[in-house]
C-alpha cells in the first residue's frame, strides 16, 4: 500500500508534465516535418542537432529526422573520422541505424494525393559502427517493394530514386531487414513533380533510377543538380577523353514549354559528346541489375539530342538509335537534333528482358556527320499495384497506436505485407479490394488513459481485447457504434462511471458481447454507483493533493484561454438580452462565452421608429427566405440593415425568434452583430449593423456583380480565417456548440474594411453533447451545393456539417467559381476541384482574377484544407478549431513570401534557369554537396563505375 500511495503522488505532476511535453513537441515537429515553399523535403537522417541547417552549394534546408519518424526508433550515428573528407556534403556524415525491428519507416506529410513525386534516399555505410560489416536490406515505398540496398564499399556514397504517384496524402519510406545486417540511411530528399513530367509513371507503375548521365564534362565533380535543376534531379557527369570529344555551347537550348515530358535542364543539355572517330559511332552498354522480386528487369531509356555545334553549309546531322539493333522507336529511330529546342527520345514500355542492353547512336548513311548525345536517363520499372490497408482503418489504428505510444512493430502500413503485419492485430484480405483490420488484441499491453474512440472507426473489427490495462474514465458511448457482433473486452482496467445506454442497447439486441468485469468503479447492476466517498485517510490526501493541483492548474489555462479569446473579442458590439420577447420556441438554454467585456444594452424598435429608420422601406439591400433587408441610418448617424420578416415568409416566427435569440447570446467580432430587434404586433424585424461591402458571394462570383474589385488571395485568406474564427466560436465557444446549418458564400458578410462576419442564424440550432453526438431535426435544411451528405443522409446535422459547407466556402475564395457549376455539365465544385488536384495542377483551379499573385504553397494549403473540410466522411473532417490553426498557418506563408514571391512560382512554372552561366560559377566554387573526390568512388546504387567497359553500368565504345 505504502508504495501504491508514493506512486500515486508522483503520477499527476508527471502526467501534467508529460502532457505539456507532448503538446509541445507535437506542435515543434508539426511545424518542422513539412514541405517548403517547393514542396521540397530534404531530411539529414541521424542528425542530432534539433535545428536543420541550409546547404551552402544548393541553399536547400535539411531538416533533422525526429519529425518524420516514431519516437525511439533506431539509433543516432556518424561514420568514422576516416571516411569524412573536406568535399564531403554535411548530409553524409550522420545517418540513423534501425538494429531493432524488421520494418522501420520515415512518414513524409502534407502531400497532394495523385502527384507524382520524385524520393530519394541516401546511403553511406562509413563503418559507422567499427564493425566493418556491409549491409544489404530492402527498401519500400509505402506497401511496395522499392529497391534492394547492397552496400559493397564503406566508402561508397549511395543514393536510391524512384518516381512514383503518391496514392495518400503521405508517403511511408520504410527500410527492411533481411537478415543482410542492420539498415540505415543517411538522408531522405522528396521533391513533387508536374503531372505532365514522365509519362511512364502511373499510379500502377513507378520508375527506379538506374543512371542518370550529363555527357560531356570530364570533370568528375561537375554534379549539376538544384537549382540548376529545378526538380533537383542529380545528373553525373560522364566523358571519357579516349573515346569521345565534348563539344558545348555557352546557353541556347530550351525545353518547349508545356510539351517537353522530361525538362532536362540546360546546365545539362549545353554540353554533349561525339565520337573522336568522325566515322565512329556512340554506344552504350548496361547489365540488368536482378532484384529479388524481378530476375530480369525492364529498362526504360531517355535520351536528349540537341545541336550545339555550328554545322557547315549543305549538311545535316542525322541520327538511328537502336537498342540491341532494334529501333528505340517503334515508328521511326533517325531524327536530327535540333539547334534551339531539346528532343527527348524514349521507350514508353519497358525494354524486352535481355541479359544485356547495348544503345547504339549512328549517323544514317546519307550523312557524313558524326553522332551526338547530351544526356541519357534509364530507369527499371517498379509495379506500385500493392493495395494499402484500408485508409479507414489505417487512421483509426494511426490515432489508437499515437495516442497509447503502442510500440511493437507497430511501422509501416498495418496488414501489408502480410508477413510484416502489425503484432496483436489480424486482417481480413478480400480480393482485389485494401485489406481490413478484423481484430485488435492489446490485453495487457499497459495502455493508460481513457478508450480512445477511435476504437468505433474500425468498421470491420469483430475482436476487441482491451482487458488488463489501466484504462480509466467511462466507457464512450462511441463503442456502440461498433459493427455487429463485435466482442468486445474491457475488463481488469480502472474504468468508472456508467454503461452508456447506447451499449446497453447493443447488449440487449444481442449484437455486441461486452465484457466489463474486474472494473472496481464502474457502475453495472451489480455495482452500486457509490464512489468510495471521502475516506479521510493518508490514501484520500494522497489522490486529493495532485488533483488539487492539477485542477488548479487547469482553471489556470483556461482562464488564460478564455482572456485570450476576450481579447480576440471586439469591445462594443455586445448586447443584453431582453429575456420578455425571447419564448422558449426559439433554442433556449446556449451559454457562449461572452468574447466581449462591455454589454451594451440590446435595443427594441417599433414599427414606426423603422419605418424612420429607413425612410419608408426605401432601399432594398437584398433579400432572403425571411424578406427583405432594408437600408437605414440611426438617429446617430450610423448606418444599419433593417430585416423586415414578409407576411408570405416561408420562414416563419419560429426562425425569427431563432436568430433574435442566439444573437442576443452571442457576442463575436467574426459574427455580425445585432443592434435591436423589433416584435410589434404582427411586425417582426432585427437591426444589424450595417456590412458596407455586401455579401462574400459578390466579391468572388464573376456573374453576380461586375463593378465590385475582386479580392487578393492575401484578403481571400484573411476572409477565410476570420469566417473560420466566427464558426469556430459557436461550436467551441457556446454550450452547447451551436450549429449555424447554412454556411455559405452568402452568409459572410463584409464591412467597409473587408471584415468578414457570418450571417443569418436563422436555422442555426443548439447542439448538446453531453449524451448525444447530434440533434435530430425532422427536416433538411441549407443550401444545394453546400450541405454536408452524411447530414443529408442522417438527416442529423453536427458541428461537421457547418465544417462540410466551410470547406465549399473555401473552393469559392481559391477558385472564384460558385458551389455548383453550371458548364459545361452541372457539377460540384468540391468534384471539379478534386478532379483537377489529382492531376497535380494547382495552376488549373485557381481563380484567374488573382493574376498568379499568390505564393503557391498556401494556395495549396487552402485546397488541401477545404478538401479535407469536404470529405464524404466525417469523422475525416477537421474540427473548426484546426481550419483556424491551419489557415493561420497559410497566412504565415503567405507573409513569409510577400505576397507572391518569383521564387515558389519558378517551381511550377518549371522553367530552367535563365541565366545558367552566372549561376553556375557561384555554384561551382562550393561543389561540397556532391563533390566526392580522389579516392572516394561516387557511386549510385548498380556498381555503375565511371570508368567505360565496367562489367556492369553503362560503358562506353
Ligand atoms: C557554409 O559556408 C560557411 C562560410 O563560407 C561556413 O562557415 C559553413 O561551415 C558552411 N556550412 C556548411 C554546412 O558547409
Ligand atoms: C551484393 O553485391 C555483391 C557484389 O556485387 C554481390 O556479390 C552480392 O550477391 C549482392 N548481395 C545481394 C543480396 O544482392
Ligand atoms: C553558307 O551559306 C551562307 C548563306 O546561305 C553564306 O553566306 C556562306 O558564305 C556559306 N558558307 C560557305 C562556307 O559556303
Ligand atoms: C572540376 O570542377 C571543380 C568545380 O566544379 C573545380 O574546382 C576543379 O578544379 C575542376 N577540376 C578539374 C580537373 O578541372
Not at 506542435?27 to 551552402?56: H, W
Not at 465557444?733 to 451551436?738: K, V
Amino acid at each position: 500500500m505504502e508504495q501504491l500511495t508514493q506512486r500515486r503522488t508522483m503520477a499527476a505532476p508527471l502526467w501534467l508534465q508529460l502532457l505539456l511535453c507532448i503538446v509541445a513537441v507535437a506542435c515543434v515537429l508539426q511545424a518542422r516535418a513539412q514541405p517548403d515553399s517547393k514542396g521540397f523535403i530534404t531530411i539529414d537522417c541521424g542528425l542530432s542537432e534539433e535545428m536543420g541547417y541550409v546547404d551552402n552549394a544548393t541553399k536547400l534546408s535539411y531538416a533533422p529526422d525526429a519529425g518524420f519518424i516514431d519516437a525511439d526508433t533506431g539509433t543516432n550515428h556518424i561514420i568514422s573520422p576516416e571516411y569524412v573528407i573536406p568535399a564531403l556534403a554535411k548530409v553524409w556524415y550522420s545517418l540513423r541505424s534501425f538494429p531493432t525491428g524488421v520494418r522501420n519507416c520515415y512518414t513524409l506529410r502534407s502531400l497532394m494525393p495523385g502527384l507524382k513525386y520524385m524520393i530519394r534516399g541516401r546511403f553511406k555505410y562509413g563503418n559507422y559502427d567499427g564493425l566493418d560489416r556491409l549491409p544489404v536490406f530492402d527498401l519500400h515505398i509505402g506497401t511496395n517493394y522499392w529497391h534492394t540496398v547492397n552496400i559493397t564499399d564503406s566508402k561508397d556514397a549511395v543514393f536510391v530514386e524512384a518516381i512514383v504517384v503518391v496514392p495518400e496524402d503521405f508517403m511511408q519510406v520504410c527500410l527492411v531487414d533481411t537478415g543482410g545486417g542492420t539498415p540505415f540511411i543517411s538522408g531522405l530528399d522528396l521533391r513533387p513533380l508536374k503531372r505532365t513530367l514522365y509519362p511512364q509513371v502511373t499510379p500502377a507503375q513507378g520508375l527506379v533510377l538506374f543512371a542518370r548521365l550529363n555527357f560531356g564534362p570530364t570533370n568528375e565533380t561537375f554534379y549539376v543538380r538544384y537549382p540548376d535543376d529545378p526538380h533537383d534531379r542529380i545528373w553525373r557527369p560522364w566523358g571519357d577523353k579516349v573515346m569521345w570529344t565534348e563539344i558545348s555551347m555557352a546557353s541556347g537550348v530550351q525545353n518547349i514549354a508545356n510539351e517537353d515530358l522530361f525538362e532536362a535542364p540546360t546546365a545539362v543539355l549545353k554540353t554533349a559528346i561525339k565520337p573522336r572517330n568522325a566515322s565512329g559511332n556512340l554506344e552504350f552498354t548496361w547489365y540488368p541489375v536482378p532484384t529479388p522480386k524481378d530476375p530480369s528487369p525492364g529498362y526504360i531509356a531517355i535520351l536528349h539530342f540537341a545541336e550545339l555545334e555550328v554545322l557547315p553549309n549543305n549538311t545535316v546531322r542525322q541520327l538511328n538509335i537502336t537498342v540491341n539493333s532494334k529501333p528505340l522507336y517503334l515508328y521511326t529511330s533517325d531524327i536530327a537534333p535540333d539547334r534551339i529546342y531539346d528532343i527527348a527520345l524514349y521507350n514508353s514500355g519497358a525494354f524486352i528482358r535481355h541479359s544485356n542492353y547495348t544503345i547504339s547512336i549512328n549517323a544514317t548513311a546519307n550523312w557524313t556527320l558524326p553522332p551526338i548525345i547530351n544526356a541519357a536517363e534509364i530507369f527499371s520499372l517498379i509495379p506500385t499495384t500493392n493495395l494499402g490497408t484500408d485508409s479507414l482503418d489505417v487512421s483509426a489504428i494511426m490515432a489508437i497506436k499515437a495516442k497509447y505510444q503502442v510500440k511493437k512493430n507497430w511501422m509501416g502500413d498495418p496488414c501489408v505485407p502480410k508477413t510484416m503485419a502489425w503484432d496483436r492485430l489480424t486482417c481480413s484480405y478480400p480480393p482485389g479490394s485494401p485489406p481490413r483490420i478484423t481484430s485488435v488484441n492489446l490485453s495487457s499491453s499497459g495502455l493508460n488513459g481513457d478508450i480512445s474512440p477511435s476504437f468505433a472507426n474500425l468498421k470491420t473489427v469483430q475482436y476487441l481485447d482491451l482487458s488488463n490495462n489501466n484504462l480509466t474514465g467511462s466507457i464512450p458511448d462511441a463503442l456502440s457504434q461498433l459493427p455487429s457482433r463485435t466482442f468486445l473486452d474491457v475488463s481488469g482496467n480502472q474504468l468508472n462511471g456508467s454503461i452508456p445506454s447506447g451499449l446497453l442497447k447493443r447488449i440487449r439486441d444481442d449484437s455486441l458481447d461486452l465484457r466489463y468485469g474486474n472494473n472496481p468503479n464502474l457502475c453495472t447492476n451489480g455495482n452500486s454507483c457509490q464512489l468510495p466517498a471521502k475516506r479521510n485517510n493518508k490514501l484520500a490526501i494522497y489522490i486529493a493533493v495532485p488533483t488539487v493541483l492539477a485542477v488548479i492548474v487547469s482553471v489556470i489555462l483556461l482562464l488564460i484561454c478564455l482572456l485570450k479569446r476576450k481579447k480576440q473579442g471586439s469591445m462594443n458590439n455586445s448586447i443584453t438580452p431582453r429575456n420578455e420577447t425571447m419564448t422558449t420556441n426559439a433554442p433556449g438554454n446556449n451559454v457562449c462565452t461572452d468574447s466581449s467585456l462591455q454589454r451594451l444594452e440590446n435595443r427594441r424598435f417599433t414599427y414606426k421608429e423603422l419605418e424612420k429608420i429607413t425612410n419608408n422601406f426605401q432601399r432594398v439591400l437584398g433579400r432572403g427566405g425571411f424578406g427583405y433587408v432594408y437600408d437605414g441610418f440611426l438617429e446617430d448617424g450610423n448606418q444599419v440593415a433593417v430585416k423586415l420578416r414578409s407576411h408570405s415568409s416561408h420562414q416563419g416566427v419560429k426562425e425569427f425568434l431563432a436568430e433574435a435569440q442566439i444573437l442576443t447570446r452571442i457576442h463575436h467580432k467574426n459574427l455580425v452583430s445585432m443592434i435591436g430587434y423589433c416584435k410589434d404586433g404582427e411586425y417582426m424585424a432585427l437591426v444589424y449593423e450595417y456590412m458596407s461591402e455586401g455579401t462574400l458571394q459578390e466579391h468572388i462570383d464573376v456573374g453576380s456583380k461586375c463593378n465590385t474589385s475582386r479580392l487578393s488571395w492575401t484578403e481571400r485568406l484573411r476572409i477565410a480565417l476570420e469566417s473560420a474564427q466566427g464558426l469556430e466560436y459557436l461550436h467551441k465557444g457556446c454550450n452547447p456548440p451551436l450549429i449555424h446549418r447554412d454556411v455559405k458564400a452568402t452568409n459572410i458578410l463584409l464591412n467597409a474594411r473587408l471584415e468578414a462576419r457570418i450571417a443569418d442564424f436563422g436555422l442555426s440550432r443548439a447542439f448538446d453533447d453531453s449524451n448525444d453526438t447530434h440533434v435530430s431535426t425532422d427536416t433538411l435544411v441549407g443550401t444545394p451545393g453546400y450541405v454536408d451528405p452524411e447530414y443529408q443522409a442522417m438527416m442529423q446535422p453536427t458541428t461537421k456539417s457547418d465544417v462540410y459547407s466551410f470547406g465549399v466556402v473555401l473552393l469559392e475564395l481559391v477558385t472564384g467559381k460558385a458551389a455548383i457549376l453550371r458548364e459545361p455539365v452541372p457539377m460540384s465544385i468540391i468534384q471539379w476541384v478534386r478532379e483537377r488536384l489529382a492531376q497535380g495542377n494547382i495552376e488549373d483551379v485557381v481563380d484567374s482574377e488573382m493574376l498568379g499573385d499568390y505564393d503557391v504553397n498556401s494556395v495549396w494549403k487552402v485546397a488541401d484544407i477545404a478538401l479535407n473540410c469536404t470529405s464524404q466522411m466525417s469523422t475525416h473532417r477537421p474540427t473548426m478549431t484546426d481550419v483556424v490553426m491551419q489557415l493561420q498557418e497559410c497566412i504565415e506563408l503567405e507573409k513569409a513570401h510577400g505576397g507572391g514571391d518569383i521564387a515558389s512560382h519558378r517551381f511550377y512554372s518549371g522553367s530552367s534557369s535563365e541565366n545558367p552561366n552566372l549561376r553556375y560559377d557561384a555554384y561551382t566554387t562550393n561543389q561540397s554537396t556532391n563533390a566526392i573526390q580522389n579516392n572516394t568512388t561516387f557511386e549510385m546504387e548498380h556498381n555503375l563505375k565511371r570508368v567505360p567497359t565496367m562489367a556492369t553500368g553503362p560503358s562506353a565504345r
